[in-house]
């Protein structure tokens, strides 16, 4: 059973940066098709950045590009969220997702606070 945990969110000032990872807990199959969506406090579930099948490019939301990057590590297995130049509009849940056999498997969230 596919299993996303996140970890490395925080606390951090306006201008810090983060590293946020994905593990599957649950299973020994390859993180491929992941990615981020995050929820603001009082607004829906957006998404962050992903991979996505037949792009060797990951898609970016606009209001991040430039300054968060996604990544795989295919030793270790993990997928990791990069984030630069952090702004408090970027305070949220992060919810890593993997998507496997045609299915979208979603973590527990990990919270990211910007704020001076």
């Known amino acids: 059973q596919v299993q996303p945990v996140e970890s490395g969110g925080g606390l951090v000032q306006p201008g810090g940066s983060l590293r946020l990872s994905c593990a599957d807990s649950?299973?020994?199959?390859?993180?491929?098709?992941s990615g981020w969506y995050r929820q603001p406090p009082g607004k829906q579930r957006e998404l962050v950045a992903g991979?996505?099948?037949?792009?060797?490019?990951?898609n970016y939301a606009d209001s991040v590009k430039g300054r968060f990057t996604i990544f795989r590590d295919n030793a270790e297995n993990k997928m990791y969220l990069q984030m630069i130049s952090l702004k408090p509009d970027d305070t949220a849940l992060y919810y890593c997702?993997?998507?496997?056999?045609?299915?979208?498997?979603w973590g527990q969230g990990t919270q990211v606070t910007v704020s001076s």
């Open positions: 997702y993997i998507v496997f056999a045609g299915q979208i498997y």
């Open positions: 649950g299973s020994s199959n390859s993180i491929y098709y």
């Open positions: 991979f996505v099948p037949n792009r060797d490019e990951p």
